[in-house]
């Protein structure tokens, strides 16, 4: 029977959960065990693909299609596993189950509560298709003291009882603040964070504390007393060059290694970070540079829109260049670049000038009617003047709508793929297929 890992978050969200099960189960792997990674997300939406990105950041979608969680990106590029639909699931999912399950009678008539029934759905959830599987690594989205997430501590406290000793393990992420006017390091909310989860039933087994810095041997001893943990299982997590160094660096402090001694297992396989040790070098000593900077909104979308929503689309635009980065470090390329030119649209052909000196453009991200068809209009002037990287959609319904207009001025008949529509001051972009007839 596969061990569970559950990892969860505490005194603020963002700190990097994701990416340190990720690593995590990147180093079990390295020993040669087989693993899994799964995302529990409290929101009620029933998967992320309705779901804003300038919200909940970019939607990550599976091999068998799925619309998931992100941090499900990062666990399929650290370990290679592909991820599944059956591997993320939100509070909207499982009270759809339940509501379904009662309606058709499914409960014989009991009162449906949040305990038993939401909880046992959602260990049924967990505890699905591990056949095969060494160790399985739960993430909990969010941090402890959500009330949306309250069900979902309630069940690992209940499966970490069910499953007896020395099948489970807890890691807690936490943050611990340098106070620069001080020049301290505090670990007060560590300790708030630890008593809320101790509050609900869960005692820690090792604590991952986020910092700037690395945190001293002190400090370190400090938080392990006050949160009932051994110092040894304090492990630090500074800020890293690179998110690929997050296993050498927990591997340095022994995070795998106390998280195997949690199960009993002293004498584990060294791991093998050679893979690790290249992808590294390869981030920091590339082989060649590509150059890609990112558009902006047009002017006239900027006034309607405003401030508050192109500063989520400017994080938005750099999360793409981050992503397009990643795929460099395969080819030995390091991809610099990463401006966001503003109302580009508007300035070519004479702005044109600005992009010989680079590889590539990539449209603005959008979200929404109003924001695509600036997409749209961007994507068709950097096609136009062979200076654009597409951007999926987007750039994919302007170029074959471009397409199509080629068509119907040839005498051709076609429907339009990603007709613009405007009227009432709004635009919108009504997608009808493409079909040449």
Known sequence: ????????GGVVSSLGKGLASAAL???????GYKVRLRKLDPYLNVDPGTMSPFQHGEVYVTDDGAETDLDLGHYERFTGVSALKSDNVTSGRIYSQVI???????YLGRTVQVIPHVTDMIKEFVLADTDGLDFLLVEIGGTVGDIEGLPFFEAIRQL????????????HLTLVPFIEAAGELKTKPTQHSVKELRSIGIQPDVLLCRAGVPIPEEERGKIGLFCNVRPERVISAPDLATIYEAPLSYHAQGFDTQVLKVFGIENAPEPDLARWRR???????????????????????R????????APTRLYIRSGLAAIRAGGVKG?????????TENLPRALP????????????????????????????AAEMLRTFNCGLGFMAVAATESAGHVIDAFQEAGEKAWRVGELVRGDGEAKVVYRGALKL
Not at 1 to 8: G, Q
């Open 1 to 8: 029977m596969a061990r569970l890992i559950f990892i969860t």
């Open 100 to 106: 379904e399950k009662e309606r058709k009678g499914g």
């Open 25 to 31: 189960g990147a180093l079990l792997q390295a020993r």
């Open 160 to 171: 970490h009882n069910d499953l007896g000793r020395g099948q489970s393990a807890f890691i």
């Open 332 to 340: 030995l390329a390091h991809i610099t670049g990463g401006g966001i």
């Open 303 to 310: 006034g309607k829109l405003g401030e508050a929503l192109l």
């Open 279 to 301: 992808v590294v070098d390869c981030v920091k000593n590339p082989e060649s540079e590509v150059r890609i900077d990112a558009l902006e909104a047009p002017g006239d979308l």
């Open 350 to 377: 004479d702005g044109l000038d600005a992009a010989i000196d680079l590889d590539a453009w990539t449209p603005p991200k959008v979200f929404g009617w109003l924001a695509r068809s600036a997409g749209i209009e």
